[in-house]
């Protein structure tokens, strides 16, 4: 009885590993897919594997965060809290294209002189976060720098960590 347990519960375990190495997987042509556009500066390529929507919802309520926990007085704050989602547009018109994510793409170690790893390798740098979200991160315990989301059977970019990109532009 103890032994169907065991093989039981090993069977299972393999099978769910098994789930988050084909996403990790799937999401690895992707993401790919998205430096290679990263480097040749392809913008169709690019916002095929991109979620602007995503991408300026986070940026919109990062300027809410902030300015919430800014000492702006309540009209100021209020007005900035305003323009969030204007701003948001702006900044993601403007942030979201590949020569800005050439620089993340930079801080992972995909410089122009380096050929970009293949699926394999891409995907053993990827984590599960849940079925349908992974994250790319510099070490395996290290934050996510930036996150993918499947949606309609291709993973986009739907996140990144500003903290972290603050910390490697200001260097």
Known sequence: MRIRTLLTLTLATAALSGCATVSRYDAAGDVHALLVAIRNNDHAAF?????????????ESRLVREARSSKMSGGLQAAIIALAAPAADIAGAALVQPETFRYAANY?????????????AIAAALRPLDSDHVCAAKTKTGPCLLTFTL?????????????????HFSR
């Open 47 to 59: 916002d095929a594997r991109v979620d602007r929507s995503a991408l300026k919802a986070q940026i």
């Open 108 to 120: 992972y170690g995909y410089t122009p002189d380096r050929p970009i790893p293949d699926r394999i």
């Open 151 to 167: 949606d309609g059977g291709t993973w986009r970019l739907s996140g990144f960590d500003a903290e972290a990109v603050n910390l």
